[in-house]
């Protein structure tokens, strides 16, 4: 499979996890989908914290295999996996929550798939980057870690609800 343009691995520290996955008010037993996945922390906490049915999508073989194995240790895998593909070849049309932190290159190439596959009402939750042309439902702003380091940021979290009219 060859990589697409890939997005540097920058994992979200577990108090943006919180908020972005508070923000997406995620009911038990709804799919959640985080682009992008990483070590798959938001898969795992959306799964043990929310009981959301959560997949991510990760396109980096070793991170995709280490968080598969984090997965199965909290043995969530009833609830919770992780997919080695490309967030473009993904089917999108069964999330209910889409999780991103990407680029904004990224971010533009990948709305138009899920302007086209999500249901109506789906939510999406974008760390960081905003999606052009679409309005928020919420902006969270925040001063938080970046990534796993002790360097704080100031970070925003982007709430949209799918209307189908952006």
């Not at 959640?32 to 999508?57: H, K």
């Not at 194995?69 to 009833?78: G, T």
Request: glycine share 4%; with cysteine; net charge positive.
């Amino acid at each position: 499979m060859a990589r697409k343009h890939s997005a540097p691995y920058v994992p979200s520290p577990p108090i943006v996890v919180d908020a972005m996955l508070d923000l997406a008010e995620i009911i038990p037993g709804q799919r959640l989908c985080d682009l992008g996945s990483g070590d798959g922390r938001i898969v795992i906490r959306a799964a043990s914290r929310y009981y959301a049915r959560a997949v991510g999508v990760e396109n980096n073989p070793k991170l995709a295999l280490l968080s598969q194995r984090i997965i199965n240790s909290f043995n969530l895998q009833r609830r919770a996996e992780i997919l080695y593909a490309e967030i473009e070849d993904y089917n999108y049309r069964d999330a209910d929550v889409v999780i991103i932190y990407l680029t904004r290159r990224q971010n533009e190439e990948i709305k138009p798939k899920l302007e086209n596959e999500l249901k109506e009402k789906a939510k999406v939750v974008s760390h960081d980057y905003e999606m052009k042309g679409w309005k928020p439902s919420k902006v969270l702003s925040m001063t938080a870690p970046y990534g796993d380091t002790e360097i704080l940021k100031n970070t925003k979290i982007f709430l949209y609800k799918m209307n189908k009219v952006f």
